[in-house]
Each structure stands twice: as C-alpha cells, then as structure tokens.
C-alpha cells in the first residue's frame, strides 16, 4: 500500500520508543515524501524497568531516554519532537482533562490529517490506554471537518480475534535498515530485541517478520468513542 | 558515581549519614508493566511512592549471603519503610543516595533513594 499525501502526521505516544516498534518506517517514509511528523512524546519513560548496561539509575534513566529519542528523531529525520514531561506510569491518573488539553492544543496549532496513536482497549500498558483516550477526547472536540484520519496501534493479544486484519498495512520492508537504527537508538530499552532480531534462529525470523515487514494501523470512527462513552 | 554492587559497610554508613533529619525518599518495587502481558501466570504487583517527606531514627541494612539485601528503616513516629531485594548502590551528583535491586536479567527491581532535597518532579 502506497501512502496517500498528507498535510500533517501527528504521533502521540507516551513512551521514548513507542514509535520505534510499531512505526518508525511510516514516519520515514511520510518524510520520504516530503510530510511533516511531528511526534508528541509525553512522558520520559523515565520509570522503565530497563535502566540500561550497565545499569544506570532511577534517577538518571529519563536523561538516557531524552538522548536516545532525540538520536532516534534525528534519524526518522522528524520535522518535530515535542516532550511534555508527565511521569511515566502516572497518565491514567492525571488530573482529568490535562493531557487532553495538551493534545488539543497540537491539534489546533499543526492541524494534522493523519494521526497516529494507540488503539483504545487494545494497547495493554495503562499508559497506553490514558494516551488512547487522552487523544480521543481531544479528537472529539474538533469540528467533524477538522478531524484527522485516526490511525491507530493495538497489540493486545485479543487484537486480532476482535478488531480483525488491520485496515492500514503499510510495507516497509524497504526500511529495514534504517529501521534497525532506528530501534538501536533506543538501546536502553532494545537491547533484547536486537539480539533477537540478529539470531539466525526462529525467534530471529519471527522478530523480522514483525517488525521488519509490515507495518498495521486499524482505523478507528471517533464517532464511536462519543457515543460510547456514556457507557463505560 | 556510577551503581556498584552493593559494599556493606559503605552501605551501612550512607544509612547512618542520613539519619535524624528531614529527608525525601522514592520507593519502588516493580515486576514490569507487561509481566502479565508476556506471561498469563504471573500475578503484576508492584509499588512506587516518591517525594514521601520522612525522618528515620533507625537504618539498618540485613542480608547478603544467599539473600537479596533488605534495609528497614524505623520512623521518628514509629512507623517504617522496609525494603527487601537489593543489590547496588551509588551517590550521584546531587547527593541523592540511591539502593537498587538488579535482577537476574540485569532489570530494576526494587529502589530505595533518599535525598535532602526533593527528587525530579
């Protein structure tokens, strides 16, 4: 699938990395085109389990992350990388309305046409989740004309029994390369991975498959999340 | 100073330095966020608590030998802090004196820090 034209991409993702996995290749590739990215990064994944080797520190684990999202930006070539500082593991129990008003605000300010983020309910960490509804909400308040395109990420394991194929699935094996870069610049928190994806074994070949082939969005209907809403 | 395997002595005398006054400390015991998400079986508890105003009277460290090192510390108003799985040790630059536990797979698992002033936001 050939990527249609866009005005703007928004990533919003809570975690340094979140996009590296799922799609770093698209943002390439919308850069290749000459589209604008901006990715929101909201917290500084400053509570990840992985500290690094050697380890670092709690303390200092948020400075690691900046420089490797940085490094990582740099390499996606994106237009921009927005940090916004919240507490990692602590979104879901912001004060409600915060991020929301964070999102709003990008939204009104780059006007994108395509947004990227995760999929509601279907994206396992609970930083995840309040990013998905963060975002949605926000979504929500524009004007149906100025709403982008929602293009959304969902790994939990019941994906696929309830949400079906992926509408969006874009090939990015071209992008291999720069994709393995991509995620070796988040070596804090990939360092596994790349051990994995080197193995000429099984597991080698499952992890390139995945992450080196395609990359899958599901379209989500805002519409859906306000009439849904009153109900959870 | 970068974390170094956990020193006894030097562990035990840190404990006394900070001791009978006000001091800020973050706690922390973690299994991972995608512990259960990786594997069905395994039951995700885990805690933090950071910026928690304390003073402690009395900060001992135990264990060692084939335990994981456990510090308990006794509170001016009879209450306490205990935490147990703890392997290293630094002093970083803003004198923030920080106890981690590394697990087998070189993962953070446990955290006790305590600091004068108060930790990053």
């Not at chain 1, 509804?133 to 149906?144: G, K, N, R, T």
């Not at chain 1, 360092?191 to 080196?212: N, V």
């Not at chain 2, 009395?58 to 205990?82: C, I, S």
Request: a negative charge.
């Amino acid at each position: 699938m050939t990527l249609k034209e866009e005005a703007h991409v928004l990533v919003v993702f809570p975690h340094p990395d979140d996009e590296a996995f799922g799609v770093s290749a698209t943002i390439m590739k919308y850069r290749d085109m000459g589209v604008p990215v901006t990715y929101a990064c909201l917290t500084y994944g400053d509570m990840g389990r992985n500290i690094g080797n050697p380890p670092s520190t709690r303390e200092d684990l948020w400075k690691i992350r900046k420089a490797e999202q940085e490094e990582a930006g740099r390499l996606m070539n994106l237009s921009e990388l927005k940090f916004y500082g919240y507490r990692d593991k602590t979104l879901e129990f912001e004060e409600k309305g915060k991020i929301k008003g964070d999102v709003l605000e990008l939204l009104h300010e780059l006007k994108p046409t395509r947004l990227i983020s995760f999929y509601p309910g279907y994206c396992v960490h609970p930083d995840h989740e309040a990013t998905a509804e963060a975002v949605l909400d926000a979504v929500a308040e524009l004007a149906p004309e100025d709403r982008p395109t929602l293009t959304l990420v969902a790994f939990d394991k019941r994906t696929y029994e309830d949400l079906g194929e992926p509408q969006i699935q874009t090939e990015v094996r071209d992008y291999t390369d720069r994709k393995m870069k991509v995620l070796s610049a988040h070596a804090s928190q990939t360092a596994q991975l790349l051990i994995d994806l080197s193995k000429d074994t099984q597991i080698g070949e499952l992890a390139r498959e995945r992450w080196f082939e395609k990359e899958n969005f599901y379209l989500y209907d805002i519409e859906d999340w306000i009439n849904n809403k009153g109900n959870k | 100073m970068k974390l170094k395997p956990l020193d006894e002595k030097k562990v035990q005398s840190l404990l006394d330095e900070y001791k009978n006054e006000p001091v800020y400390i973050h706690v922390e015991v973690t299994n991972g966020v995608y512990a259960s998400h990786n594997n069905d079986e395994v039951f995700n508890a885990g805690t933090f608590l950071r910026n928690i105003p304390i003073t402690y009277t009395e900060g001992t460290l135990k264990g060692g030998n084939n335990f994981e090192h456990r510090v308990g510390l006794k509170l001016d108003n009879g209450g306490w802090v205990y935490v147990t799985g703890l392997s290293h040790y630094t002093v970083n630059e803003n004198d923030e004196f920080i106890l981690h536990g590394i697990d087998h797979s070189g993962k953070l698992a446990a955290a006790l820090e305590i600091s004068r002033k108060e930790f990053k936001k």
